[in-house]
């Protein structure tokens, strides 16, 4: 009875130890991401645009895209920059799924009313890459 009280403890013990040591879901959002172009310009919503629309929008999606960037920062702080425009704002974590996280975002310059834009961002993480989903659409990024 002894020695399986004793390898129940260690048991939970080592468990216990696991778990602090984990991983936290949000550590997979720290740091610089660029737009993945191929990705955008492989997208369905892409694929289905009129052809005479597609070699401006190519045009758009590889010298914007290019230099779109979000670095994610420890402490909940974030910097965006997308050519010559830098914004920095905040994030925090409000739920998590598997590879599925939900992120609380506010920044940029404060609007009319005074207040900076807030929003709820769903970031998924899939084969090394992270896809945001910003009000209905998908854009993947790569780790810089």
Not at 8 to 36: N, Q, R, S
Not at 90 to 115: A, F, L, Q, R, T
Request: proline letters at 3%; one cysteine or more.
């Amino acid at each position: 009875m002894r020695i399986a009280f004793r390898s129940l403890f260690l048991t939970a013990v080592v468990a216990l130890a696991l778990v602090a040591c984990a991983e936290k879901p949000e550590k997979k959002l720290i740091g610089k991401w660029g737009m993945d172009t191929q990705a955008a310009l492989e997208s369905e919503k892409f694929k289905s645009m009129p052809e005479d629309q597609k070699a401006f929008a190519k045009k758009m999606i590889e010298e914007m895209g290019s230099k779109m960037v979000f670095d994610f920062q420890e402490g909940g702080k974030v910097h965006v920059e997308m050519g010559e425009m830098k914004e920095d704002g905040e994030w925090s974590v409000k739920s998590v799924e598997g590879d599925k996280m939900v992120i609380h975002s506010k920044g940029g310059k404060p609007g009319p009313d005074g207040k900076q834009k807030e929003e709820d961002i769903t970031v998924t993480f899939k084969d090394g890459k992270m896809i945001m989903n910003m009000k209905g659409e998908d854009m993947t990024f790569i780790k810089k």
